[in-house]
């Protein structure tokens, strides 16, 4: 679906680390200097999925294919970024062309790293790029203000009801809030559309870590928690490095190793990316047969039709009706022909919701 999150923050808070980390496809630089990041990095990323593995131990497939997401590394941003200072210009632009937003705040000290901002401070680290991406949208809103205001002023009905969203907009700005924490309704959002604004874009926070605190969290990351409780935000805490280590290991035994040195479950990179897929409230279904078993990614409320068009289009065109099964049920009985026999292979029209999880074979005709 060309889906990206980008990961933003201020300049050596681990941003490339991470990246580095969760791509299978791109190596990002990764130094102790202002803007190593210039040109941003993009990797595909395997969303991981505990489903697809157990649906292939039972198809046995040919090849196991695992849904991805894109990642950006995008320029460290730095204060005055809304008026060009540093790479603004180019990172604010970066930015808009994204779907959800990776922030990184850095929340450990180290003298041997670079930090212009003084003392380690989560909370304003946050509050500097909540405050140049707040600027830029308030830009794009004053460029569309006065005229939006002049054509309301006509009695157009339509004109009034998108000066009122940007009014709104624009006030909240202005008080130093995020657009996303308006809960704009779907009309609403339509207004703004044109504007690509900042604020509006899902955020997950990471708060980077020193090695001690990757299981417990700090005082940094215990503040950067509370000053994000009324964003509905979620905040995950790993340790970039350790995170980067295990991506680096080839082999599965000297992974398991190593996180079982560092009492981990699995890498705290699996959670992010779970995390991420879902902020962008996707969802996935799978196709399981003998040539592949496939992980397909799809919007949430996604009816069949629309569910089919990311294997073709004309799967949406030419949709006839969809075989439907349940993964547990697929689980339980262990085969598409063993859920047909007990009754739990559905058929369904282009009216069905796809439910995350769900087996599917489409049958179309064009």
Same mark, same amino acid.
Not at 52 to 75: F, G, R, W
Not at 169 to 180: P, T
Not at 237 to 254: F, H, L, V, W, Y
Not at 272 to 287: A, C, N, P, Q, W
């Given at each position: 679906?060309?889906?990206?999150?980008?990961?933003?923050?201020?300049?050596?808070?681990?941003?490339?680390?991470?990246?580095?980390?969760?791509?299978?496809?791109?190596?990002?630089?990764?130094s102790?200097?202002?803007f190593?990041?210039?040109?941003?990095?993009?990797?595909?990323?395997?969303?991981?999925?505990?489903?697809?593995?157990?649906?292939?131990?039972?198809?046995?497939?040919?090849? =196991?294919v695992? *849904?991805?997401?894109?990642?950006? $590394?995008?320029?460290?941003?730095? /204060?005055?970024? @809304? !008026?060009? +200072?540093? %790479?603004?210009?180019?990172?604010?632009?970066?930015?808009?062309?994204?779907?959800?937003?990776?922030?990184v705040?850095?929340?450990?000290?180290?003298?041997?790293?670079l930090?212009?901002?003084?003392?380690?401070?989560?909370?304003?680290?946050?509050? =500097?790029i909540d *405050?140049?991406?707040?600027?830029k $949208?308030?830009?794009?809103?004053? /460029?569309?203000? @006065? !005229?939006a +205001?002049? %054509?309301?002023?006509?009695?157009?009905v339509?004109?009034?009801a998108?000066?009122?969203?940007?009014?709104?907009?624009?006030?909240?700005?202005?008080?130093?809030?995020?657009?996303?924490?308006l809960?704009?309704s779907?009309?609403?959002?339509v207004a703004v559309?044109?504007?690509?604004?900042?604020?509006?874009?899902p955020?997950?926070?990471?708060?980077?870590?020193?090695?001690?605190?990757?299981?417990?969290?700090?005082?940094?990351?215990?503040?950067?928690?509370?000053?994000?409780?009324?964003?509905?935000?979620?905040?995950?805490?790993m340790?970039?490095?350790?995170?980067?280590?295990?991506?680096e290991?080839?082999?599965?035994?000297?992974?398991?190793?190593?996180?079982?040195e560092?009492?981990?479950?699995?890498?705290?990179l699996?959670?992010?990316?779970?995390?991420?897929?879902?902020?962008?409230?996707l969802?996935?279904?799978?196709?399981?047969?003998?040539?592949?078993?496939?992980?397909?990614?799809?919007?949430?409320g996604?009816?069949?039709?629309?569910?089919?068009?990311?294997?073709?289009?004309?799967?949406?065109?030419?949709?006839?009706?969809?075989?439907v099964?349940?993964?547990?049920?697929?689980?339980?009985?262990?085969?598409e022909?063993?859920?047909?026999?007990?009754g739990?292979?559905?058929?369904?029209g282009?009216?069905?919701?796809?439910?995350?999880?769900?087996?599917?074979?489409?049958?179309?005709?064009?």
């Amino acid at each position: 679906m060309g889906l990206q999150a980008g990961i933003v923050g201020l300049p050596n808070v681990g941003k490339s680390t991470l990246f580095n980390a969760v791509s299978n496809s791109a190596k990002a630089q990764a130094s102790n200097y202002r803007f190593c990041t210039i040109e941003p990095n993009v990797g595909l990323v395997n969303v991981p999925d505990d489903r697809l593995d157990k649906l292939a131990e039972l198809v046995k497939p040919n090849k =196991i294919v695992p *849904t991805q997401i894109e990642i950006v $590394d995008i320029a460290g941003l730095v /204060k005055g970024a @809304s !008026k060009g +200072e540093g %790479l603004g210009n180019k990172f604010l632009a970066n930015i808009r062309e994204v779907d959800a937003i990776v922030h990184v705040i850095r929340c450990f000290e180290d003298e041997n790293i670079l930090r212009e901002e003084g003392a380690i401070n989560p909370v304003g680290d946050k509050e =500097i790029i909540d *405050t140049e991406l707040q600027l830029k $949208d308030l830009d794009s809103i004053d /460029k569309k203000f @006065s !005229k939006a +205001e002049k %054509l309301a002023k006509t009695g157009d009905v339509k004109a009034k009801a998108e000066f009122e969203v940007l009014k709104k907009c624009k006030e909240h700005l202005e008080q130093g809030k995020n657009i996303r924490e308006l809960n704009l309704s779907k009309e609403e959002k339509v207004a703004v559309a044109d504007l690509f604004l900042l604020t509006e874009k899902p955020v997950l926070y990471v708060a980077n870590v020193d090695e001690p605190s990757m299981h417990t969290g700090n005082k940094f990351s215990e503040a950067l928690i509370k000053s994000v409780a009324n964003e509905n935000a979620q905040v995950i805490i790993m340790n970039n490095s350790i995170e980067a280590q295990i991506a680096e290991m080839e082999d599965a035994g000297d992974r398991q190793m190593f996180m079982e040195e560092y009492k981990m479950n699995e890498p705290a990179l699996n959670k992010l990316i779970r995390s991420t897929y879902k902020l962008l409230d996707l969802l996935t279904y799978f196709t399981a047969g003998v040539q592949e078993v496939r992980a397909w990614t799809i919007h949430e409320g996604w009816k069949a039709p629309q569910a089919a068009s990311v294997i073709h289009t004309d799967f949406e065109k030419g949709f006839i009706k969809a075989e439907v099964i349940a993964y547990n049920d697929f689980i339980q009985y262990g085969s598409e022909a063993a859920c047909r026999e007990n009754g739990k292979l559905r058929i369904e029209g282009k009216e069905y919701v796809v439910k995350d999880g769900d087996v599917m074979h489409f049958r179309f005709n064009v």
